[in-house]
């Protein structure tokens, strides 16, 4: 899980290197997600067009928390 709830801004460089770590551990067979993007920073990341790709998201560690159980059970 990686929480990025401190973030002001995701630009471009943010998002790549995110999802660079998302895939580097996914090739470990690590289930990633990640938490806490502020509704301010995903309306900017949509207005810029960046994407997670299909990296999951969540609201908070809670729903992360969920989630990962969801997919590992």
Do not use: H, N, W, Y
Request: net charge negative; proline share 1%.
């Amino acid at each position: 899980m990686i929480d990025v709830s401190v973030l002001d801004v995701l630009d471009s460089f943010a998002t790549r290197t995110l999802q660079d770590a998302a895939e580097m551990l996914s090739l470990r067979g690590v289930k990633v997600v990640i938490v806490g993007i502020q509704p301010e920073v995903a309306f900017a990341m949509v207005q810029l067009g960046l994407t997670l790709g299909d990296i999951a998201t969540a609201l908070d560690l809670d729903e992360g928390l969920a989630l990962l159980d969801e997919r590992i059970g």
